[in-house]
């Protein structure tokens, strides 16, 4: 039955239930010597799984729609506490089946990729280090309500810090500078404890890897985030492309735009704002551009138009930003309903439409998925999962018209300098994070040092003038993903390169972009990133050239010369 989100059921797991179910599981698997039989407990085991994850989606989603709410930050905390828990019973289940003798058979009907991310999964969690993982998934929370609840003072008024978004980019230059001061000096208010948190972060999770035999974080962090078919070295390779093939065209875009807002001392107050000819935004309201997107979705098929009408119809958006709400904006998916959830925070820029088409590139990925086998197959790693999304943003493309009117041309071209202006930056929060984790025992004097290296790097063109919080090197600590989720930003970077090669194709040849699209899609998490590619004819990110290919498209159609 298609249950609308709110009449989803919720309720608390306790321990010894759990343990109760694993036990029970795991001897079935244990006592039965036929393959086939196996292969239906571990579905089984797996529907358990599923309604145990989606109390924890609905705890989590409930929380950041309103975390000011007593009851929800308790709920949340619950589902944070006894996650390692979960993980470690779960790990119980996973061990036997590696452990199977008929491993091989099992291996054949699920696929390799499953077996791969599980053992890669075991590397990265042991019950030796639980008690560390509630003590960092507490930190992170407290880093995101310290964040949330910052209040932005501007011209008379409070703002939450995603409220502030519309004012970066006005064409009004003392606007601009006073709203970055304005935002500089609500970070600036903690950010003595936005430096204690990530110190305590990184410490903890430095003892973590040494706890679990590695040398450093950075292979904890790679193992967390179930990379089993490329390494640091890999990912250094494509920083290298960046840096000596991006970076000196980012640096042409950002003369373009200074000549167009007609600025000489360039500063990063001005870097938000393409051209002057006025604030990009959509054309209507929420309902409106709830019924632009409908439009949109009906006419690239059935597929997206049903898809989008359940959402809608099963309460499983919440779009617009307001006061307590959690920034920022995720899919999720409860996966006991098969039903994907979509959060933003519409501020009324164009960025509302970016978010929402990326976070429904992911919610389609999700709901295409949903019926694999196992729930570990559902999401892919989040570099292909940001193809998903990414690429969703440049097919929506043809339908940018009907929300942005006469301003679409405008749009596209800040959406395709901002693609490729993002990249240097995503670079430098990763270069960043794996300069910290070589160095667990820097200060936070030191991280400011590093941050300023990777900003000379990645951002040669940066300068903030009259903002002391900024140059003093804090500008990551905004940066939410640096606490809660290590390495992952890169991903977007990853992705990014191949959403440009999905434009191209689509660009080139409508059908067959799409048709690769719902093919990625509705191959979920069945393959790890680079097969992925493979599977579909992309060229991956990690070989020499792919930088330089992948953005002559965009290059072409900004019209900058290499
Ligand atoms: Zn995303």
Known sequence: MDLHFSEFPYRRLNQEEIEKLADDSLSALKQTNDASEQINIMKKWDVQLKEWESYASIAHVQFSQNTLDKHFQDERKFYDDIRPFLIGQEQRFIKAVLNSPHREKLEENFGENLFQTWEISLRAFDPK???????????????????AQSKVHFRGNEYSLSEMAPFYVSPNRETRLEARKAQATALEKNQD???????????????????????SYIDLGYAEMKRVDYNDSDVAEFRR?????????????????????????????????????????????????????????DSMGKDFGGFFTMLRSRGLMDLKTREGKMGGGYCTLFTDHGAPFIFANFNGTQGDVRVFTHECGHAFQAFQSRNLPLRDMIWPTYEAAEIHSMSLEFLCYPWMKDFFKEDTDRFKQSHLEGSLLFIPYGAAVDEFQHMV????????????????????????????????????????????????????????????????????????????????????????????FTKLLGEVGLKNPFIKGTMNSSISNPLKELGISV
Not at 203 to 209: D, E, G, K, P, S
Not at 278 to 284: F, L, Q, R, S, Y
């Open 129 to 147: 280090i639980e008690e560390d993982k509630k003590n960092e998934s507490s930190i992170v929370t407290e880093y995101s309500s310290l964040k």
């Open 193 to 215: 404890q936005f430096d204690d948190l990530y110190d305590q972060l990184v410490r903890l999770r430095h003892n973590m890897a040494k706890k679990m035999g590695y040398s």
């Open 241 to 297: 492309q960046i840096k000596e093939d991006l970076v000196p065209i980012t640096q042409k875009i950002i003369s373009d735009r200074a000549f167009r807002i007609n600025v000489s001392d360039y500063a990063f107050h001005d870097e938000s704002l393409m051209d002057l000819k006025g604030k990009i935004a959509p054309k209507g309201d929420y309902d409106w551009m709830m019924d632009q997107a409908q439009g949109m979705f």
């Open 437 to 528: 984790y070589n160095n667990p025992d820097a200060s936070a004097r030191e991280r400011t040092e590093m941050w300023k290296e990777v900003e000379r790097i990645y951002l040669p063109h940066r300068k903030y003038v009259d903002l002391p919080y900024f140059s003093s090197g804090r500008f990551w600590q905004r940066q939410g993903h640096i606490y809660h989720r290590p390495f992952y930003y890169i991903d977007y970077c990853l992705a990014q390169i191949c959403a440009l090669q999905f434009w191209e194709l689509a660009e080139n040849n409508r059908s067959e972009a799409m048709k690769k699209y719902r093919d990625l899609c509705a191959l979920g998490g069945s393959l790890p």
